[in-house]
Nanobody, 126 residues
Framework: VQLQASGGGSVQTGGSLRLSCAAS????????VGWFRQAPGKERGVVAA????????YYEDSVKGRFTISRDNAKNTVYLQMNSLKPEDTAVYIC????????????????????WGQGTLVTVSS
């Protein structure tokens, strides 16, 4: 499966963006999907993850209540709705797909993912 992230941009503090992770080559329903981010000089870390059926989700603590991950299998796309954005959310956001089913918390680990897309840059200014 190939993944393409899009939807990044520049917003002010408190603004919103919706990122999309579009799959091609295989149906995205075959995979759990995670969103990761990497800021300059920092390690890549998970933001959110969603199970294959969409019934289980995981959020990193700093984004709980502000970000929502969802999937539309008919459109072969997973979304990340980001509200109340803060300057510390500035990063390159990358989506990834995992073929193996785990407990949802396991998807917080990048080694559980098999396929990675290119990133999309999110910049939040104060």
């Amino acid at each position: 499966v190939q993944l393409q992230a899009s939807g990044g941009g520049s917003v002010q503090t408190g603004g919103s963006l919706r990122l999309s992770c579009a799959a091609s080559g295989r149906t995205i329903n075959d995979y759990a999907v995670g969103w990761f981010r990497q800021a300059p000089g920092k390690e890549r870390g998970v933001v959110a993850a969603i199970s294959r059926g969409g019934s289980r989700v995981y959020y990193e603590d700093s984004v709980k209540g502000r970000f929502t991950i969802s999937r539309d299998n008919a459109k072969n796309t997973v979304y990340l709705q980001m509200n109340s954005l803060k300057p510390e959310d500035t990063a390159v956001y990358i989506c990834a797909a995992a073929a193996t089913t785990y407990s949802i918390s396991y998807y917080s680990t990048s080694t559980k993912y098999d396929y990675w897309g290119q990133g999309t840059l999110v910049t939040v200014s104060s």
